[in-house]
C-alpha cells in the first residue's frame, strides 16, 4: 500500500476535467499535499481549481523545464499524469505527439529514475473500432485507433511495453467519462451537458439516427462512467500495491444512448423529446455502436466499490451541479485543517 501523505503528489492537468477530479478525492481523503500541473492560458479551468486545496501550482511549461533539475520540486512521490490534449477531434500530429507522447515520456522517465509511483492517462480510444473483448489482454501491437488523439495515446503505451517499464507504471484506459467540472472543453463535453443545454434552450435533445440494422435509433451503447467513480478508481490503483500495466477504467456495463437521455430528463422531472439526426458523413465509417469495458483485471486489483448506477450519476450530475452551477469541491463542509500551514 502507497502512503499518499508522505512527499508531495504531482497532479498534471490538474485543473482539467478528470485531473480536478482526481484531486477533488484526495482531498475528501484528507491529501492537500498536491502540486498542481496545467496549461490555464485563457480557458476558464481555473474555476475547477477554486474549491480544492493544493500546495503549489505549476505552469506545464514551467513544470517540464524544472523536471530538467529534479531538486527544485522536492519530494514527488507519486505521478497522476492527467495534462493531454484530449480532443478527439484534433488533427495536428506534431501537438497531439508534443503533448501527449513526449511528456509522457519526459515524466514516466522522471518518475522511475526518482523511485516515483507513475499513474498515466491512457485512453479506451487506443481500442480503436474494436466492439467486442475490449481487455487489457489484447495484444497492443493488433491495435488500431481511429483517430490521431488515440493514436498518440497508444503509442506511449507501445513505448511504456518496449522499453519494459509498462509492469512499473499504471496506465489507465478511460471510457466515456461524464460529471463535474467539464464545462471548459467544449465539444468534448460529454452529451449530459449538452443535453441539458438543449434542453434548457429548446426543450429538446438531438440524437444520431442508427446506421446499422441490429441497433434501433437511440440504441447504440457505451460504457459510460461517472467522474466521481474514475477518480475513486485512479486514487485507489495509485495506493494499491498491484503489479502495474494497463487497466480498463470503465463501468463495465453498457448503456445505450436513450438510457442516458431518458435519465436526463428524469432528473430535470421533464418528460423526454428527442429528434433523431443525420450523423456527420465524416463520422459514419469510424462511429462505434457498442462498448463495454471488461473490468475484471480492475476488480482482481482490489477495486470492490459498486459503480454509481447510470440514472443515479446522471441524477446528481445535473441536480447538484448543473442546475446549481457548482463544480466539485463547492459542496465540501470540512474546514481545511491545514490551513494554519499556508497551504492553498
Known amino acids: 500500500m502507497i502512503d499518499l501523505s508522505r512527499g508531495t503528489i504531482l497532479v498534471t492537468g490538474g485543473a482539467g476535467f478528470i485531473g480536478s477530479a482526481i484531486v477533488w478525492e484526495l482531498n475528501r481523503h484528507g491529501y492537500d499535499n498536491i502540486l498542481v500541473s496545467d496549461h490555464l ?23 517540464a523545464r524544472r523536471l530538467q533539475h ?9 505521478v497522476f499524469h492527467l495534462g493531454a490534449c484530449s480532443s478527439t477531434m484534433e488533427t495536428d500530429a506534431a501537438y497531439l505527439i508534443a503533448n501527449n507522447y513526449e511528456y509522457t515520456k519526459m515524466l514516466a522517465h522522471f518518475a522511475l529514475a526518482n523511485g516515483s509511483r507513475f499513474v498515466y492517462a491512457s485512453s479506451a ?5 474494436r466492439e467486442q473483448d475490449l481487455t487489457e489482454k489484447t495484444p497492443l501491437t493488433s491495435l488500431r485507433p481511429l483517430n490521431m488523439y488515440g493514436y498518440s495515446k497508444h503509442l506511449f503505451d507501445c ?11 499504471t496506465g489507465l484506459k478511460y ?13 468534448m463535453r460529454s452529451l449530459v451537458l449538452k443535453a441539458f443545454e438543449q434542453i434548457r434552450e429548446t426543450g429538446r435533445v438531438s440524437l444520431f439516427k442508427s446506421y446499422r440494422s441490429e441497433f434501433a435509433d437511440g440504441c447504440q451503447q457505451r460504457d459510460f462512467l461517472y467522474v466521481k467513480d474514475a ?24 448503456n445505450t444512448w436513450l438510457a442516458l437521455t431518458n435519465a436526463i430528463f428524469a432528473a430535470l422531472g421533464q418528460t423526454p423529446a428527442i429528434d433523431f439526426i443525420e450523423m456527420p458523413s465524416e463520422l459514419k465509417e469510424k462511429y462505434q455502436y457498442f462498448t463495454q469495458a471488461d473490468i475484471s483485471k480492475l476488480r482482481m486489483a482490489g477495486y ?13 450530475y445535473v441536480q447538484n451541479y448543473l442546475v446549481p452551477e457548482r463544480r466539485l469541491g463547492d459542496e465540501l463542509a470540512v474546514v ?4 494554519r500551514n499556508g497551504v492553498l
Open 304 to 316: 470492490t466499490q459498486d459503480v454509481t448506477p447510470l440514472a443515479d450519476a446522471v441524477t446528481d
Open 175 to 187: 471510457f466515456n467519462v461524464f460529471g463535474p467540472n467539464e464545462w471548459h472543453k467544449g465539444n
Open 336 to 339: 481545511p485543517s491545514h490551513e
Open 41 to 63: 492560458r485563457t480557458s476558464e479551468k481555473w474555476k475547477n481549481l477554486a474549491a480544492l486545496r493544493f500546495r503549489d501550482y505549476l505552469e506545464a511549461d514551467d513544470l
Open 125 to 129: 480510444a487506443t481500442y480503436g473500432a
Open 70 to 78: 529534479p531538486d527544485h520540486l522536492g519530494n514527488i512521490r507519486i
Open 231 to 254: 477518480a475513486s478508481i485512479t486514487a485507489m490503483l495509485a495506493e494499491a500495491a498491484h503489479g502495474g500495466g494497463l487497466f480498463n477504467v470503465g463501468s463495465g456495463t453498457a
Open 159 to 169: 513505448y511504456a511495453a518496449r522499453e519494459g517499464f509498462l509492469p512499473r507504471v
